[in-house]
Nanobody
Framework: QVQLVESGGGSVQAGGSLRLSCAAS????????MGWFRQAPGKEREGIAA???????DYADSVKGRFTISQDNAKNTLYLLMNDLKPEDTAMYYC??????????????????????WGQGTQVTVSS
């Protein structure tokens, strides 16, 4: 059974940076999809960055150019580097995975019902 544990959230001023980490325990075999979702108070959970086992990556338009998803296979850890943070980035951030992943990376990112495994979340707060 795969488990995901996020860390790295916190409070930062607008324009600042944070790096989130997602440590995965258990076996995640190709084909897989992994990514980051976020949920602000009163809003639906949305996908913001995702990658699959073949290296394909996709981002939500709202974070493109500011956020970077990466992975360290040796450490079984997924990262999200967030630069130029804005107050509207304030949300609970969740790591997500699906294995086997039989949908395209764009579907995984935009259809949260395609996610099979969720982490517990880490809070990011950006002040103006």
């Amino acid at each position: 059974q795969v488990q995901l544990v996020e860390s790295g959230g916190g409070s930062v001023q607008a324009g600042g940076s944070l790096r989130l980490s997602c440590a995965a325990s258990g076996v995640i075999s190709t084909p897989y999809c992994m990514g980051w979702f976020r949920q602000a108070p009163g809003k639906e959970r949305e996908g913001i960055a995702a990658k699959n086992g073949w290296g394909l990556i996709d981002y939500a338009d709202s974070v493109k150019g500011r956020f970077t998803i990466s992975q360290d296979n040796a450490k079984n850890t997924l990262y999200l580097l967030m630069n130029d943070l804005k107050p509207e980035d304030t949300a609970m951030y969740y790591c997500a995975a699906t294995t086997p992943c039989l949908v395209g990376i764009g579907v995984f990112l935009r259809a949260r019902e395609s996610v099979r495994i969720w982490g517990q979340g880490t809070q990011v707060t950006v002040s103006s």
